[in-house]
């Protein structure tokens, strides 16, 4: 269910509730942990659909790449799924806003900024850190949603970029912080 839609630059950044793996984006992005070994939420919802493939790939890349640091991303096959590549980041566990902030917003400029150099033109976010890493809400809502449009004004390749919620009260904040944004961007 799409509960909000803004054109920018040429791209389109869509709000809407729903299931991640269900997404038949290029790309859709996990919020994992460093370890890149799987976990609860979004991150053991996409092992599971994905299948095993998924975790070889990230097996092998902490092994000659080592840990991923919050903030950054890495791209594996995306197995079973409808999307044709998953991007792997790590947001920040909440502590306060300054220092969680700038990983978090790094965490989506990374994602957009790999999906870009792959070639991608539509992905799928799920809200990163607002789960298990305990990301206020509404704070991180504003932080995605102002970190994915200052990309695409840039002039982005991507055509689609959409947040996908998985309850209507995380949709609802998403929205209201669009409309913020929308407003003095
Ligand atoms: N589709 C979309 N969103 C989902 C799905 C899904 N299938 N499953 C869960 N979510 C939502 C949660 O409701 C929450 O709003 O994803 C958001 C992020 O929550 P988490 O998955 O807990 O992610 P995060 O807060 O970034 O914590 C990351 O959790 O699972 C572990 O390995 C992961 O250690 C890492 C940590």
Redesign the pocket.
């Known amino acids: 269910m799409e509960v909000s839609k803004q054109y920018i630059a040429g791209s389109t950044l869509a709000i809407m509730v729903?299931?991640?793996?269900e997404q038949h984006t290029d790309a859709i992005v996990n919020?994992?942990?460093s370890s890149l070994c799987?976990?609860?939420?979004?991150?053991?919802?996409?092992h599971r659909a994905g299948g095993p493939i998924i975790l070889e790939q990230c097996r092998t890349y902490v092994r000659e790449h080592g840990r991923l640091p919050p903030g950054k991303a890495m791209a594996t096959d995306a197995g079973e799924l409808p999307a044709r590549w998953v991007i792997h980041t790590?947001?920040p566990v909440y502590s306060s806003d300054r220092e969680s902030k700038p990983i978090l917003e790094s965490a989506y400029r990374e994602s957009l900024l790999l999906a870009e150099q792959m070639g991608i033109e539509s992905l799928s976010f799920?809200?990163?850190?607002?789960?298990?890493?305990?990301?206020p809400l509404e704070k991180a809502a504003q932080v995605a949603l102002s970190t994915i449009s200052s990309q695409l004004r840039k002039g982005s390749p991507l055509r689609l970029v959409r947040m996908?919620?998985?309850?209507e009260r995380?949709g609802l904040a998403y929205k209201r912080a669009m409309d913020k944004i929308v407003q003095s961007p």
């Open positions: 729903g299931d991640i793996t919020a994992a942990n799987g976990g609860g939420g979004v991150d053991g919802a996409i790590v947001g799920p809200s990163i850190s607002t789960g298990a890493y305990r990301y996908v919620c998985f309850t995380d």
